[in-house]
């Protein structure tokens, strides 16, 4: 089952499949575009998974084992690889909380993100080569934009597991949270992109013609919301 959850323009898209750590089927597949269709609009989105043991542990193997043939392996292959890219062009922020173990595609849906926060118990693996595979639902490319090529291909072609806290140090999780607050201090941050416009400066860190990125600060310039915060701060001042 994926759950859908919009409150105050805040979207969250949890993965919870208990019974499989939260792996990922052809069903859920169908399930998680109705959920990103859901959830157009909204000012963040958040990807987690239910309980606290799994984020995402990859592709469902007891369900995609029927998948024999080269044709049906690539067809499964780009169907998540485009889910994970309509992830990647959300156009407002969006966060992978990772309230568990990524694993292999796990982990490439987390990357998908554009932040990623994480327990502090939690590890992280492309592991993908223990199963004689290699990471196919974009997350290898993506992995090199994050920790660079030598490290992507070092975790990738070895497969192995790290710690949350290595995975700060190496540049793949932003945020390293005790798991004690870890369902409070996500969601926090989570509301706090979803009310500021942080839409806006995701776009333009994305690279956008100077006229449109002075355009975008113009009209925030001018609105309410920037006055009423700016007159709290003068009226602090004197």
């Given at each position: 089952?994926?759950?859908?959850?919009?409150?105050?323009?805040?979207?969250?898209?949890t993965?919870?499949?208990?019974?499989?750590?939260?792996?990922?089927?052809?069903?859920?597949?169908?399930?998680?575009?109705?959920?990103?269709?859901g959830a157009?609009?909204?000012?963040?989105?958040?990807?987690?998974?239910?309980?606290?043991?799994?984020?995402?542990?990859?592709?469902?193997?007891?369900?995609?084992?029927?998948?024999?043939?080269?044709?049906?392996?690539?067809?499964?292959?780009?169907?998540?690889r485009?889910?994970?890219?309509?992830?990647?062009?959300?156009?407002?922020p969006?966060?992978?909380a990772?309230?568990?173990h990524?694993?292999?595609?796990?982990?490439?849906?987390?990357?998908?993100?554009?932040?990623?926060?994480?327990a502090?118990?939690?590890?992280?693996?492309?592991?993908q080569?223990?199963l004689?595979?290699?990471?196919?639902?974009?997350?290898a490319?993506?992995l090199?934009?994050?920790?660079?090529?030598s490290k992507a291909?070092?975790?990738a072609?070895?497969?192995?597991?790290?710690?949350?806290?290595?995975?700060?140090?190496?540049?793949?999780?932003?945020?390293v949270?005790?798991?004690?607050?870890?369902?409070?201090?996500?969601?926090?941050?989570?509301?706090?992109l979803?009310t500021?416009?942080?839409?806006r400066?995701?776009?333009?860190?994305?690279?956008?013609?100077?006229?449109?990125a002075?355009?975008?600060?113009?009209?925030?310039w001018?609105?309410?919301?920037?006055?009423a915060?700016?007159?709290?701060?003068m009226?602090?001042g004197?």
């Amino acid at each position: 089952m994926v759950d859908l959850e919009i409150e105050e323009g805040l979207a969250v898209i949890t993965i919870d499949r208990p019974h499989a750590r939260n792996a990922i089927s052809l069903e859920t597949m169908d399930q998680l575009e109705k959920a990103l269709d859901g959830a157009a609009g909204a000012a963040a989105l958040v990807l987690t998974g239910a309980g606290d043991r799994a984020f995402v542990s990859g592709g469902d193997l007891k369900e995609l084992s029927a998948l024999r043939t080269v044709e049906q392996a690539s067809a499964m292959s780009l169907r998540m690889r485009t889910l994970c890219d309509r992830i990647a062009a959300f156009p407002a922020p969006t966060v992978a909380a990772l309230n568990g173990h990524a694993l292999g595609g796990g982990a490439e849906f987390a990357v998908a993100a554009d932040i990623r926060l994480a327990a502090d118990d939690i590890k992280i693996g492309f592991n993908q080569v223990a199963l004689a595979i290699m990471p196919a639902w974009g997350g290898a490319e993506r992995l090199v934009e994050l920790v660079g090529y030598s490290k992507a291909l070092l975790l990738a072609g070895t497969g192995r597991l790290i710690s949350a806290t290595e995975a700060e140090r190496v540049g793949l999780i932003d945020q390293v949270i005790p798991r004690a607050s870890f369902d409070q201090q996500w969601r926090v941050i989570a509301r706090s992109l979803a009310t500021t416009p942080a839409g806006r400066v995701k776009r333009v860190m994305q690279g956008v013609p100077t006229t449109e990125a002075v355009a975008a600060f113009a009209h925030l310039w001018v609105s309410d919301e920037h006055w009423a915060a700016a007159d709290k701060v003068m009226k602090k001042g004197t």
